[in-house]
């Protein structure tokens, strides 16, 4: 799913999420539906030069229905610009599709400091 992401190929990220798929990107409000979230990512990626992301481990709870995924995307942002920022995936699953897909990440590191 990464590498479909950090490739721009966002139609395949249609594999991996169900029809009433939810995505919350942050404090971002839901995105409800495969479309919505296939358009939502479409226009994220056009924003930003590319991404890279980097697993860094994962764990499955409830009988396998949930998978926590700790990794660190760096954004590439243009100019020779980029900032990595970590985060902790959250999925909810039906079979192997993701039904939820939570997205808890520290914008922090793009804001600049007031000290």
Not at 11 to 20: E, K, R, S, Y
Not at 22 to 33: A, D, M, N, R
Request: net charge negative; with cysteine; glycine share 6%.
């Amino acid at each position: 799913m990464a590498e479909a992401i950090d490739s721009k190929n966002i139609p395949a990220l249609a594999g991996f999420i169900t029809d009433d798929c939810t995505l919350v990107f942050g404090s971002q409000p839901p995105i409800i539906l495969k479309e919505a979230i296939l358009d939502f990512m479409t226009a994220f990626v056009a924003n930003i030069e590319g991404t890279k992301h980097k697993l860094i481990e994962y764990w499955m709870a409830d009988g396998n229905k949930m998978k926590f995924v700790q990794a660190e995307a760096t954004y590439f942002l243009g100019g020779g610009k980029e900032v990595t920022l970590p985060f902790l995936d959250v999925f909810r699953l039906e079979g192997s599709l993701i039904s939820e897909y939570l997205i808890y990440i520290d914008p922090t590191r793009c804001m600049p400091n007031k000290n």
